[in-house]
């Protein structure tokens, strides 16, 4: 295993433990963020694009394309579309 790969995973499994940590600590908070993001559409809409921005293209992004600063742009393009037509937000 790389130095590179090594450290990686060591910094992102203690961020992950932080991360525990915290919403262990914080429980009643972490409770109402979460029914917030679940019961609102709004959030609910936003929280999608987000994944769907983040795993999406990566998942069938030819090798090309990996290193374009914008790696989803049709993703952008449709939302855009939506939110401009009379049926969007």
Known sequence: MSPRTSFLSRLIGLYCL???LSMITHRQAIVETVKALLYEPTMMFV???ITLGAVQPRDQMPIRRF?????????????RRWAESPHGL
């Open 18 to 20: 932080l991360i525990a």
């Open 67 to 79: 290193f374009d600063p914008s790696p989803c742009p049709e993703i952008r393009k449709a939302v």
């Open 47 to 49: 929280l999608g694009v």
